[in-house]
């Protein structure tokens, strides 16, 4: 056994309205979901069931996925690289290619810190600390007088920007004053300024002068405050916005089931909401035909309600614990566990939760390899008839795990096992896997499978299946 520092953990994630990414601990971006456009970023178009690396090999701080593009920063001064539908140029305005099918540098970046990216348009924060916008403008959403317009810097002159949200044809920005402002498409109520006029000049959110963080969703958007409230915007067909029915919203609206101090942060989806709450755990509310709400239920619930654990095979479902971060887009969400576990759920038809399969979930669901996965290299004794593998395991202190991992390599495979005590971190096991029949192994590339199984108090918390090249070395 030996304990390792990140790796296969992730640290961060992001949400596009068909696919998801995550950032690893060692600085890698792992994709999943829908492809046909190239936002998986691995050169193909083939739509992802399970994480996949981007064709990206540099160190990622900060990732945003959009309609059907993805972009990050990278870890030298506000570079961002970007990926996939670039037919409304949301990829980098001066390409002059409709697919982008792996990462490139795009010639505006962004910092770091402060990256969305909406349907067909993306914003960021540049070096001086003002909103830069790019991609479709057809709804004035770059904040640009011309519909035309693929690029606009500098966006209403602000200073001191600390965030940016692109929704589906809107954007906002976050001040540092905890002012927010908004532009672009207001057919429902989506700019906070209590009108429905469409303009691409930028609009004061009406009552906020203490936000701390914004969530920008297709038509509406939700804002956390100092003091500890929720308040929403915008569409409110299924009572996304503040938990009531009864039309849209044009100001700020507080959500009436929550308390002061109910939140840390705050998710939007197109038809629901999300909180993650101080203890750890996630509500949501609104619409839940996919399961988004993640009660377990396709049942839509005006209160929020707590998100579950995708039932085991064996027992009942429990609350959704121990989780840092959130993203909500389209009908999905994922979560960020403190053991930087990516859990997800919701609809599921181009793989976007990550779980080798297109059938939604209507729990938390674990994402693979975060939990278990293989390590890389393996080594070869025994007149190249042993593997020695190492099985990478992640789970929390106090339960306990099987690992069992199959090596294969043209007409030659075998099988070992591996079980132990969880340490609440990722952790190497070694293990023996022995050729089994005439033939053996030789150096060189092989598949290695791993199913992993992780138990409490006799019942299963997790189920993790795993397939991935590995080294096989003299």
């Not at 002068?209 to 100092?226: E, K």
Request: hydrophobic share 35%; aromatic share 6%.
């Amino acid at each position: 056994m030996q304990a390792l520092i990140g790796s296969i953990s992730a640290r961060s994630l992001a949400a596009g309205t068909n696919h998801s990414c995550a950032v690893r601990s060692e600085g890698a971006a792992a994709c999943w979901g829908r492809n046909d456009g190239g936002a998986i970023g691995d050169g193909t178009t083939a739509d992802r069931l399970v994480p996949t690396r981007p064709s990206l090999f540099r160190l990622i701080v900060a990732i945003a996925g959009g309609g059907n593009h993805t972009c990050a920063a990278i870890d030298e001064l506000f570079g961002t690289y970007c990926w996939g539908d670039n037919r409304s140029r949301q990829v980098d305005p001066n390409r002059e290619q409709d697919f982008v099918l792996t990462p490139i540098a795009t010639t505006v970046g962004f910092s770091p810190v402060a990256l969305s990216a909406g349907s067909l348009h993306g914003c960021g924060v540049d070096a001086f600390d003002s909103a830069s916008c790019r991609g479709s403008n057809a709804n004035l959403q770059l904040s640009s007088f011309f519909n035309n317009a693929t690029f606009e810097d500098n966006v209403g002159f602000f200073v001191n920007v600390t965030a940016v949200a692109a929704g589906g044809v809107h954007s906002c920005a976050l001040r540092s004053t905890g002012r927010i402002h908004c532009w672009g498409s207001n057919g429902f109520g989506q700019l906070g300024d209590g009108t429905r006029t469409s303009t691409n000049a930028e609009r004061e959110v009406v009552g906020i002068v203490n936000a701390v963080s914004l969530s920008s969703q297709r038509d509406h958007n939700c804002a956390l405050l100092a003091t500890g409230f929720v308040v929403c915007w915008g569409r409110n067909d299924f009572g996304q916005v503040d938990g009531t029915l009864g039309g849209d919203r044009l100001v700020p609206t507080p959500v009436t089931t929550l308390a002061a101090g109910d939140a840390v942060a705050v998710t939007t989806g197109f038809q629901h909401s999300c909180i993650l709450t101080p203890a750890g755990t996630v509500r949501c509310w609104g619409r839940n035909d996919e399961g988004q709400l993640g009660n377990n239920t396709t049942t839509d619930s005006l209160a929020p309600v707590t998100v579950q654990n995708l039932p085991p095979r064996s027992g009942a479902a429990t609350t959704l614990t121990g989780v840092v971060g959130l993203v909500s887009d389209g009908a999905h969400n994922c979560a960020l566990r403190v053991t930087g576990q990516p859990v997800c759920w919701g609809r599921n038809p181009e793989g976007q939760l990550g779980v080798n399969t297109r059938t939604r979930r209507l729990g938390a669901a674990g994402v693979g390899s975060f939990t278990a996965n293989i390590a890389p290299d393996a080594d070869l004794s025994g007149k190249n008839r042993i593997a020695h593998v190492t099985a990478l395991v992640n789970c929390p202190a106090g339960e306990r795990f099987v690992a069992e991992i199959t090596v294969a390599q043209g007409t030659a495979s075998g099988q070992g096992r591996a079980s132990g005590a969880c340490t609440g971190g990722l952790t190497g096991y070694p293990l023996i896997v022995p050729a089994q029949g005439r033939e053996g192994f030789a150096p060189g590339e092989a598949v290695a499978h791993a199913e992993v199984t992780v138990h409490s108090r006799g019942e299963i918390t997790d189920e993790q299946e795993w397939t991935r090249r590995i080294e096989l070395l003299p």
